[in-house]
């Protein structure tokens, strides 16, 4: 009895889609990114909305507070989209046997990758001088001097040589375990409390560490209050606020958006350099790389495309 | 050979347009000051703009078959459907809030700044 005489209930197999299986694949892929990168932006999105007052107004930390430099952001963007174009260029001359141009092009994607790293380098650097860091942010003015008496703390546990001899030394630990009383029993008022941390960084022998360690006394020492009883910020090119509300939501946000952004542009740069190798330094490049050049291109249209909304959301909306 | 050159034109032409859409949010970003919301809808349907373009061209999809649709469509429902489904209980409040330190800060904050820029207490 042949298996044929059988009629089957399973469906005759056929082939599949008419596009290459690591296309397909690739676009698979595409769609679980997709799916992430909406859940992140969705989110930031919805977060963002719920920072209010008590009035229910928007308080999202400006970007003067957090140091985001929109031209920064513009060539960042710029350099994305040239990217993407030149990935383009790419595929379309090794297509055609143009391997000379599609290498120069791929070179010059690899080093768009570069620069957009740099650039964004730059940006949190500026986070990190300022303390920008999640969690690490003062939300309130009372959070604020607990953080400075906690790193004029970190100042006094320095050697006697760096705070200027052990009788400055004994100044400094004596003055911090005063604050730290002080602060514990709530027996004087937070301004006052912030007028005797600035008042440390006066001093000749460690006011310099308290200056560079304490964020409080590098934002404001030296300098007087206001009609209303508040310390004038020092430095305008600082433009770190004395505390920030939300600022932790910000830095938790701004960080893992863009990090897992960062990721997703390194990933792009290991994915080019196997054809940048093969063409440099591996026998060159032929017509059957058109292909992979094609599904790299294609992730890296899509890393292009998350950075065209992370552009507006983050550096320009303010709603 | 023609099919080529068409579409390196194509591509050339994109880049252009993606980069005059970049200039203009960078534009746009000098306004915000003034009129927020207005500013907010102009990048958001610019970038939206950008997105289009890279996708229907720089991916393809525009001369790709039916797959697409299959492919994409549920995961744009879903991406667009989570914000929407987080948005009343996070983004929304139907009932007074309870004032946290930090919403009580934001009110003090912003009232101090206000006071700062106006040189009046």
Redesign the interface.
């Known amino acids: 009895m042949s298996h044929s005489s059988h009629p089957t209930a399973a469906p005759p197999l056929q082939m599949g889609?008419?596009?290459a299986n690591s296309k397909?694949c690739l676009?698979?892929f595409l769609?679980t990114e997709?799916?992430f990168f909406?859940?992140l932006i969705?989110?930031y999105?919805?977060?963002r909305?719920?920072?209010?007052?008590?009035?229910?107004?928007g308080?999202w930390p400006s970007n003067e507070i957090t140091h985001i430099v929109?031209?920064a952001g513009?060539i960042n963007?710029?350099v994305l989209?040239?990217s993407?174009?030149l990935?383009?260029?790419a595929h379309?001359e090794i297509g055609?046997g143009q391997f000379r141009e599609g290498l120069r092009d791929l070179l010059l994607v690899f080093a768009c990758a570069v620069l957009f790293l740099g650039i964004k380098g730059y940006e949190y650097q500026g986070k990190w001088v300022r303390d920008i860091l999640p969690g690490r942010i003062s939300?309130?003015?009372l959070q604020a001097v607990e953080k400075a008496v906690r790193q004029i703390g970190t100042v006094a546990a320095l050697d006697d040589d760096a705070l200027g001899g052990a009788p400055a030394k004994k100044i400094l630990v004596a003055e911090h375990a005063q604050l730290e009383n002080l602060l514990r029993q709530e027996k004087l008022t937070l301004e006052a409390m912030e007028a005797r941390v600035v008042t440390l960084a006066h001093n000749k022998e460690f006011g310099g560490q308290i200056e560079s360690h304490v964020m409080m006394a590098t934002i404001y020492h030296d300098r007087t209050r206001?009609?209303?009883?508040?310390l004038v910020p020092l430095d305008k090119e600082h433009h770190a606020?004395y505390?920030i509300?939300?600022g932790n939501l910000f830095a938790s946000s701004y960080f893992t958006i863009t990090g897992f952004h960062a990721i997703h542009v390194i990933v792009g740069m290991i994915i080019f350099f196997f054809p940048l190798k093969k063409g440099l330094i591996g026998g060159g490049l032929e017509e059957a790389d058109a292909q992979y050049v094609e599904n790299a291109?294609?992730y890296w249209?899509?890393v292009?495309?998350v950075w065209?909304?992370l552009?507006?959301?983050i550096?320009?909306?303010?709603? | 050979m023609a099919d080529?050159d068409s579409?390196?034109k194509i591509?050339?032409r994109?880049?252009v347009a993606?980069?005059v859409f970049?200039v203009l949010?960078?534009i746009?970003?000098l306004f915000?000051e003034a009129t927020?919301?207005v500013?907010?809808v102009v990048?958001?349907a610019?970038?939206v703009a950008?997105?289009t373009c890279?996708?229907l061209?720089?991916?393809h999809l525009k001369w790709?078959?039916g797959?697409?649709y299959v492919?994409?469509a549920?995961?744009?429902i879903?991406?667009?459907g989570?914000?929407i489904a987080?948005?009343p209980d996070?983004?929304?409040?139907y009932y007074h809030?309870v004032?946290t330190?930090?919403?009580?800060?934001?009110?003090h904050?912003?009232d101090?700044d206000g006071?700062?820029d106006d040189?009046?207490?």
């Open positions: 889609l008419k596009l397909l676009w698979l769609g997709i799916m909406s859940a969705g989110t999105i919805v977060v909305l719920s920072a209010v007052d008590t009035e229910g107004n308080v929109t031209i513009a963007t710029f989209i040239a993407s174009w990935v383009v260029k379309e055609r939300e309130t003015q206001d009609d209303s009883g508040h606020a505390y509300p939300y291109g294609l249209h899509f292009d495309l065209i909304f552009f507006p959301l550096y320009i909306v303010q709603f | 080529h579409h390196d591509y050339s994109v880049f993606l980069c970049t949010s960078a746009a970003d915000k927020p919301a500013v907010g990048v958001l610019i970038a950008k997105a890279v996708m061209f720089f991916m790709e078959r797959w697409k492919l994409l549920p995961t744009t879903l991406a667009i989570l914000p987080l948005m996070i983004g929304w409040s809030r004032p330190e930090t919403m009580i800060e934001a009110g904050h912003g101090s006071a700062d040189g009046n207490p």
